[in-house]
């Protein structure tokens, strides 16, 4: 076997073949959901979600689901650059009452925004890095893959997710404390 056959029998079992289509299936959800918590618009997480893959395509990487998460956590700090440069406030998160089935318990459903607003204060209040180990974890992505992301040792991801996880209760309850204070 010559020099250039040999580089390229290396090069072909060096290539990564993904699937783009059940990766598309199977993450996109998640990026969404990562995302939206991220914007707080389920309509701008689907677009930015979107641009992630069509970014994906034209660099074809080698770990495809981090890189996704990656590019999309990117894409979500610059837009929200955007908009504290433009003066605009993020969209916060819609109601369930738009987006899902009338509630046939009016008081359980103000209860349950009023909650979800005060978690998203909650973890609006932590550290870029803390939101992100949260919602990368939340959205079911492996030790290996938040790692790749945070771009910390797979050994510190627990650390980092338990110290998160400490830091979001502490300033949910006080939120609590915060909101009950003002009533």
Sequence with gaps: MGGSEVALKESIEDAVVVDWAELYRTAFPELVRFLHRKVWDIERAKDLAQETFVRAL?????????????????????????AIRRKRHLALLKSEAETGPVSEDP????????????????????????????????????????AETLEIAVGSVGTTLARARER????????????????
């Design 58 to 82: 034209r660099e074809e990487p080698t770990k495809p689901r981090a890189w996704l998460f990656t590019v999309a956590a990117n894409l979500a700090r610059d837009e929200a650059r955007t």
């Design 107 to 146: 008081a359980r459903e103000f209860e349950s925004t009023e909650r979800q607003a005060s978690v998203q204060r909650a973890l609006d209040s932590l550290g870029e890095r803390n939101q992100e180990a949260l919602l990368l974890w939340d959205a079911e992505l492996s030790y290996g893959e938040i």
């Design 168 to 183: 979001l209760v502490k300033a949910y309850r006080q939120q609590e404390q915060e909101d009950v204070a003002h009533q």
